[in-house]
């Protein structure tokens, strides 16, 4: 599994390092509203957790917060019965960011947004690729589970 994009390589040894004043900036602005909309699902406000992570990701589409901000917007989409909007995000993650942490999880939402649209052999596809590709993560153990349990 793939973590999440961290910028620029480091320095050489002996440089020195600094952050602008307008990067720390961006960064802690970011930070507040990816905590905020993490609130807003937190008390179930799907709808509001899901305009404050898209300002987030539609602000800064290379943010470090971005991956898990699409991973919530789908999540948050799945909590209010969009499935079809769910997959759609999840979807966006797995397309922009294939090799970050949430990657796994995102394919085990799409999962269970196909099999509450009724839509089980797609359900079972996305959880065997899940399993083929991130064979060690939580969402594969889980996926396993639910293959078995379909059989």
Known sequence: MGKLPSGPAAPPAGAATTVSAADAATAAAEQKLFDAAQQSRRIGNFAGAINDFQALVKGNPRSRLAPAALY?????????????????????????????????????????????????????????????????????ERARQRLAGRK
């Open 72 to 140: 919530w917007i789908g999540d948050s989409h799945f909590n209010l019965r969009e499935y079809r909007a769910a997959i759609a995000a999840q979807r966006q993650l797995l397309a922009t960011w294939p090799d970050s942490d949430p990657v796994p999880d995102a394919m085990l939402n799409i999962a269970s947004a196909q099999s509450e649209l009724g839509e089980t052999a797609a359900a079972r596809r996305t959880m065997e690729d899940l399993v083929a590709r991130h064979p060690k993560s939580e969402a594969a």
